[in-house]
């Protein structure tokens, strides 16, 4: 059971654009990658097959503070383990629930322990801690866990940012000693993951980066952007993190974010990229496409009987009309939400895809300047 | 374009219960069979790549009033009919619209010309006739189009049985009329289906059965039962249709019913069946296995981690878990009504087809006898 590998097959002339793969015990991740967020063990309205067959998915993410909750650590270990619970037998990446706490819980009390917080489900009480974090993220069975950190909001003072970007190291030392004096729980190897954290702050930035590159862990991440930030202050401070953190590992910027945004930030120097966006956005009706943008909802699709998008390698975004797709959506058909959710997803992956091979043809950068005002023309 | 075409494959000795095939210009479906309900033009939460690879239906229905009224005549003719619209390629039936006018309409006001409504949905509102519910239909582009009825609800007097009744045999005179007054629309031969009504009159129903069956339509089909009559008057009542029922023509009970229902009308010459019970109560946590009824939301399945049924043919029951299911309907994720959709379809197509197989074993009688109290246990 070694740890995870991360092979850097080709990095593009003129660009920090990356190609790799990352080998797990439960498979191989050709990079760069998006993962579909399976918040509570589910890709939302997408069943596991539809995962591997339509979307060609890699690597799914669960929410340890979702899954902590319902369906509970109890189950999940007596399951074996989410791959076993939801039968999705690739890749699975957990956050650390820092977000969520965050986000969506009540009542949050953050001291050096930990955060005491409420469940947004029934408001009974919780403590998380670095260690305890650790141990949930063992028995969901995550292959890739993430360390517990607190995500400072957009704009943070100074001190604040700087304080909780101490913090966030003081509690991934935690993480890595809890982790280092813990076994993988299910007969494969499990990984930690640190994270970056220090605002918009280039010093608080730099310093995390190289804190984090200190602890040599199998992958390293970006926390704290894409939370509110202008775009450009979003791909600065990932352009800094990039030149910091090392670059036979791979990066994951967290929780980004809209094609564009993906094939901007491949071209810094990301591996890893997760996001809601295509299956929360794809609910409310939005269809990315090779062709632009399109809200299905407005009339001017109601009698447009071409397919979704034709040039998608999956069944659903060549089957189904626009027409047809409005129509579900103008009725409240839950499989509008459905065809939504596969065809945004089976974008995202296809768009990977293609930047991958567009690196490894050292024409990524000139491929993404040409594509980028195409993917973000409103049809 | 021959019309619909019905060969008696064979009748069980000792029982009505009969193997048929119906053959269609889209295709071919093999008797006794249940049709999954596509309301709006989509079998809730089901895609239509579920519906023929895990599912294996082989025709569904639509409903004229939601079809009507979203996406409209005017779409559903651009699209070149709901075939095209939705990507379902085998066999469509319609309903009139006649219940749904009565079950969910406002302000109905029926008089001999035909009913004037108001949409449920903006309160819009419309007459329906005859004549106009053929062009509907035919607009639509089912293959097999369903007269015009009123469904008098239970109990009702004597005289307003009889009344509607005579009502329903008028409208039917001119459903006929203008069927065969106009062209089947898109290429294809479309059919049209007279229903028996009579209430629950013995009288009635015999004088209903050869009048419908005196316009030596391609086939024939049983309304107003199942309506909220004891099961016993449902079974009795059926039995009766079908003595009187032409026995080349397959005989359809409309909007029946559970899994041991079907066996038993079965068992007294029905062919064909519609019900919404196992997509809607899917959505409601009930799952119909070939071991009893489980209610999915239930503590007992947290940690029983066995798939939902090992018994049928289709990867979705075989793959996911009762704890998992559990989880999914706790948890509120769209997965559980899409899994549970899925898997009571494929339920109910395992059923009749394997109750054709014991009709043409000349077993059916004893395996119903036997299954029926296995079907409905409580788990």
């Known amino acids: ?219 390293n991440a970006i926390g704290g952007l894409s939370v509110g930030e202008p775009m450009e202050m979003m791909y600065e401070f990932t352009a800094l993190c990039c030149e910091e953190l090392p670059e036979n590992k791979p990066r994951y910027l967290m929780g980004v974010g809209t094609p564009w945004n993906i094939l901007e930030c491949i071209d810094l120097g990301i591996d890893m990229f997760d996001c809601v966006m295509p299956t929360r956005n794809g609910r409310n009706g939005m269809l990315f496409t090779t062709r632009g943008v399109i809200n299905i909802k407005n009339l001017k699709w109601a009698k447009d009987f071409s397919v979704i998008d034709n040039q998608l390698p999956n069944e659903v975004s060549q089957y189904y009309s626009k027409a047809y797709m409005r129509h579900l959506f103008v009725a409240n058909e839950i499989l509008g939400l459905q065809l939504a959710s596969i065809h945004n997803l089976a974008f995202y992956l296809w768009l990977v895809k293609e930047a991958r091979k567009h690196i490894l043809q050292d024409c990524f950068t000139s491929w993404k300047n040409d594509v980028v005002p195409v993917l973000q023309q409103r049809l």
Chains 1, 2 share one sequence.
């Open 1 to 219: 059971m070694p740890a995870l590998q991360f092979e850097l097959t080709h990095t593009q002339q003129h660009s920090k654009a990356r190609a790799g793969k990352i080998t797990t015990d439960h498979g191989e991740i050709e990079t760069p990658i998006f993962m579909p967020v399976g918040t509570v063990g589910s890709v939302k309205a997408v069943t596991q097959q539809q995962l591997y067959n339509d979307v060609h998915a890699q690597i799914i993410l669960g929410n340890t503070y979702h899954l902590y909750l319902r369906p509970g650590l109890e189950v999940l270990e007596a399951a074996g383990g989410l791959h076993k619970f939801n039968g999705w037998h690739r890749p699975i990446l957990t956050d650390s629930g820092g977000y969520q706490v965050f986000s969506l819980a009540a009542n949050r009390k953050i001291n050096e322990e930990g955060v005491m917080f409420q469940s947004h489900i029934d408001g009974g009480k919780h403590l998380f801690t670095p260690e305890k974090v650790m141990d949930i993220e063992r028995t969901i069975g995550a292959d890739i866990m993430m360390a517990f950190d607190e995500c400072p909001p957009y704009p943070s003072e100074y001190k604040y940012a700087k304080d909780s970007m101490e913090l966030t190291h003081r509690w991934l030392d935690r993480c890595f000693t809890h982790f280092n004096a813990t076994p993988s729980k299910y007969g494969y190897t499990q990984n930690l993951f640190p994270i970056v954290q220090g605002g918009t702050y280039k010093d608080l930035r730099t310093a995390s980066c190289q804190y984090i590159a200190s602890k040599d862990a199998t992958g």
